[in-house]
Every structure is written in C-alpha cells, then in structure tokens.
C-alpha cells in the first residue's frame, strides 16, 4: 500500500496517494497498526501542503485523536 501511494507521489498524483492513505487508516487498520500509517500519511501531507493547507492538515492530527484508543 505504501509503495502504491509512493508511486503515485513520485509522479505527481499527490491527491490519489492522499486518498490511498485515507482508505487504509480509515478500514483496513487499527491501532496500533495504523500507527506508521498515519505518520507517513501526515508527514507527506505537511510537506506537500504545510503553507497552502493548515485547515485540512488539523482536521488530519483531529482525526487522529479520535481515533486513538
């Protein structure tokens, strides 16, 4: 899955491998499994997006939040 999202980063699709992301911290993990998911996921969105998107990137670490056990 990673490889997948990476691929497509590395081409330029960074919204698709935001979405790949999404898909797997949202169904196909748990805690503490979905850990490392979630830091690449969020370290990839800040780097991309930290000055155009603050918003979005604080609803992601709240999102986090909620979904910590």
Request: charged share 30%; with cysteine; glycine share 2%.
């Amino acid at each position: 899955m990673l490889n997948y999202a990476e691929f497509l980063q590395a081409n330029n699709y960074y919204e698709e491998s935001f979405k790949v992301y999404e898909r797997a911290v949202a169904a196909m993990f748990g805690w503490p499994h979905c850990y490392e998911l979630w830091v690449t996921y969020l370290e990839k969105v800040i780097e991309k997006y930290a000055d155009k998107k603050c918003e979005r990137i604080r609803e992601m670490f709240e999102q986090v939040l909620k979904s910590v056990p």
